[in-house]
């Protein structure tokens, strides 16, 4: 239909999401093409998205040519975040694979049995660090100060149950570890899944404290922290994330999906838990 101008609004009930607007000036040809994004929540971009149209809060818009699909904003992020009703922290200190006995800075290198998926890569390479945080691409960088807003800097692509500047003194039940669970018993049934857990950890900045939390990646492609004791230490609250980055970032450093960042806001709460479903 040949308009020369005209405005589209979107509305749920009497609030306005967005509405797109042209006339000669802005759109010389016959009508015109409108997309309407959300901008998923709880996702950090690097930058404000850019659409040809406009940002309106979470909404971003695309105006274009009438007949073809307008790209997005944003790259869709392949994952979305809730907090489960229960955690279920699996202590694996007796059964799992030692990956490193207790440092302040330590990095290493895990090859697992079962490959783990991560943005729709498959991979079975792990760097693990000791301040609670690891990627599947590999990195040298130090991992003190945990990032608070998405980045190509190294590491990246992390996947941080709760990235702050960590120690451990080696002991009995100290350590990170791995362990390939299969609770059927039967290989590739669809219910395997790999834990990389920390245990037995404090903060540097409070180190009488006791922090045990994981990360589970399963067959499906889904990821899940849990927390078991996250024990206060004697100042402050850095057990319960003031200080730590808890998210998935995309591998290529331009967004994450943050549950906490440096903040008690919901904070890391003891024997929770946050499912990232795998949706591409
Ligand atoms: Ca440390
Ligand atoms: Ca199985």
Not at 106 to 132: D, H, K, R, W
Request: hydrophobic residues 35%.
């Amino acid at each position: 239909m040949a308009d020369a101008s005209g405005t589209l609004t979107l509305q749920f009930g009497t609030a306005t999401y967005e509405s797109a607007s042209w006339d000669s000036t802005s759109q010389t040809g016959a009508g015109v093409s409108v997309r309407v994004d959300r901008l998923q929540p709880s996702v950090l971009y690097t930058a404000t998205p850019v659409c040809s149209g406009a940002t309106t809060g979470s909404y971003g818009l695309q105006t274009g040519t009438p007949g073809q699909m307008q790209p997005r904003c944003t790259t869709a992020f392949p994952y979305t975040v809730r907090q489960l009703p229960v955690g279920n922290f699996e202590s694996i200190a007796a059964t799992g694979t030692l990956i490193n006995a207790g440092a302040d800075t330590a990095l290493n290198t895990v090859t697992l049995t079962n490959p783990i998926q991560y943005f729709g890569a498959m991979s079975t390479s792990l760097t693990v660090s000791s301040n609670g945080v690891l990627s599947t691409i590999p990195f040298t960088a130090s991992t003190a100060t945990n990032k608070s807003a998405a980045s190509t800097s190294l590491p990246v692509g992390t996947i941080a149950p709760f990235w702050d500047d960590l120690t451990a003194t080696p002991g009995t039940g100290v350590g990170c570890y791995w362990q390939a669970k299969d609770p059927d018993g039967t290989p590739a049934s669809g219910d395997e899944y790999t834990i990389v857990s920390w245990e037995g950890y404090k903060t540097v900045s409070s180190a009488t404290g006791l922090l045990n939390f994981q990360v589970k990646f399963f067959a499906n492609g889904n990821i899940e922290y849990h927390y078991g004791a996250m024990n206060p230490g004697t100042t402050g609250a850095a057990h319960q994330g003031s200080g730590a980055t808890t998210w998935l970032e995309d591998p290529t450093g331009k967004s994450a999906l943050a549950v906490n960042v440096n903040s008690l806001t919901p904070g890391i709460a003891p024997s929770s838990a946050w499912r990232f479903t795998y949706a591409p």
